[in-house]
């Protein structure tokens, strides 16, 4: 059995952990709450752009009127942007998006390029010998949209440029504090019309079909503003959504830690007992026996 | 009948309400739109936003964005907006100084910073114009009767 000092070193050390992890646990608390704020913020903008879309789409004989609104007929090479964290001590959050990464595309039929957003992606993509064309790391904490906008600017470009025929986004959807989500998304092309019923629910809310728009100064110019900065904006989205959930992850997993430090310190804590009372009991042991052999003599 | 108004930001909601007539700063000059306008789409240059309702009219700076206009309901994506009212003068008036004083230095290293410097400057431009234009013939609403 270890001795009671060497014990009692090994609480303190445990409780000094545990004090660490109880500070990461309140900072990722308060970060979290700042992060849905921010996602919570950005979400009627998103959602009138898509309304704006969705009505662009649904006017008529408008399949072919933008370059990154057209499937292209064969796929033969596609990019996936990876959203992870920059830090650890988030429990799975970044293994549990890239174990996706790698479900998802792994076995693709056609090559696969990646974007890695965050640290621990672009290590565990470089560890896996993935081709990574841009990485993007050390985001501010609260980064605006123009912190972003360039991700989507180099899907937008990939695209155009015909180097890629698809874009994928992964990400990982914040649900609520206990559950995160990895999630995909297809950002380029553009899919408007089979949007999850929303052209539906638009034109139900309002009154009669739409007529033809008048468009200023001309279509293509507004196509051209509107849609790049529509995929941007899901890129933005997509990463305060996967920062909410990192965050959410580590205060989880921080809480653990915590948790399971007070129940070692308490384990620990009996057995320094143990220890001390049998130091206690081998000294009586001695005195007495001392004594005795005193006694006798 | 009025018409709807909604102007967002990238990062919040900035107006929804009701009007009479909203005035855009188009690209091509200021469009003013009236209820069961045809529907339209266009963007938006740097400038001054309108929103009259009953007499009242409210004004935010617009940095640029798209509108899109039915018969009912004007949505203005905006890639900034600000209500004239929240102007934080001082702020703007430092951040011109500081805009004028990089480019007065020359040239900087790079595009991207002169672009960003330029943009700065006309923003707070545009600001500190909007705010003394319209703030002193219109109050703050609340802060007094006057119709």
Request: hydrophobic share 40%.
């Amino acid at each position: 059995m270890a001795n009671a000092r060497e014990v009692r070193l090994r609480i303190r050390s445990v409780k000094n952990i545990s004090n660490v992890t109880r500070a990461m646990q309140a900072v990722s608390a308060s970060k979290v709450r700042k992060s849905t704020e921010a996602l919570i913020r950005t979400r009627p903008y998103a959602t009138k752009a898509w309304q704006v879309l969705t009505h662009i789409a649904g006017q008529p004989g408008r399949e072919q009127m933008h370059p990154l609104l057209v499937q292209r007929p064969s796929v033969n090479r596609v990019l996936v942007v990876l959203l992870t964290g920059d830090r650890g001590l988030a429990g799975a959050f970044s293994s549990n998006i890239v174990r996706f990464a790698a479900q998802k595309f792994d076995n693709y039929p056609v090559p696969v390029d990646y974007v890695a957003v965050g640290r621990k992606g672009r290590d565990l993509l470089f560890r896996r010998r993935k081709s990574v064309i841009a990485e993007f790391s050390n985001l501010p904490a609260a980064p605006s949209f123009g912190d972003v906008s360039a991700i989507g600017r180099i899907a937008v470009e990939e695209f155009l440029s015909g180097k890629v025929d698809e874009v994928y986004l992964l990400y990982t959807d914040y649900i609520n504090m206990a559950r995160q989500v990895p999630d995909m998304k297809k950002l380029l092309p553009l899919e408007v019309t089979n949007a999850e019923g929303r052209v539906q629910d638009f034109q139900a809310a309002h009154r009669g079909p739409a007529a033809t728009y008048l468009y200023e100064p001309d279509e293509m110019a507004i196509l051209d503003d509107l849609i790049p900065r529509f995929t941007s904006l899901q890129v933005y989205q997509a990463i305060l959504e996967s920062l909410a959930s990192e965050h959410a992850a580590r205060m989880v997993a921080m809480k653990n830690a915590t948790d399971s430090a007070s129940a070692l310190a308490d384990t620990l804590l009996l057995e320094y007992n143990k220890v001390r009372q049998q130091g206690i009991t081998n000294e009586i042991l001695d005195i007495v026996g001392g004594a005795e052999a005193l006694g006798s003599s | 009948m009025p018409i709807r108004c909604e102007i967002v930001s990238q990062d919040r909601m900035v107006f929804e309400g009701d009007a009479d007539i909203v005035v855009l700063p188009g690209m091509e000059g200021e469009m003013g739109i009236l209820p069961n306008h045809a529907p339209l789409l266009t963007t938006l240059n740097m400038g001054i936003l309108k929103v009259r309702y009953k007499g009242e009219e409210q004004y935010f700076t617009i940095s640029g964005g798209v509108a899109e206009v039915q018969p009912d309901i004007i949505t203005v994506l905006a890639n900034a907006a600000e209500n004239v009212n929240e102007i934080d003068l001082a702020r703007a008036e430092e951040s011109r100084r500081r805009a004028e004083e990089t480019l007065a230095k020359g040239p900087p290293p790079d595009t991207d910073t002169f672009l960003a410097m330029e943009a700065a400057l006309r923003r707070s431009n545009l600001r500190l114009e909007a705010a003394h234009r319209y703030r002193r013939s219109h109050p703050r609403p609340g802060s007094s009767t006057e119709k």
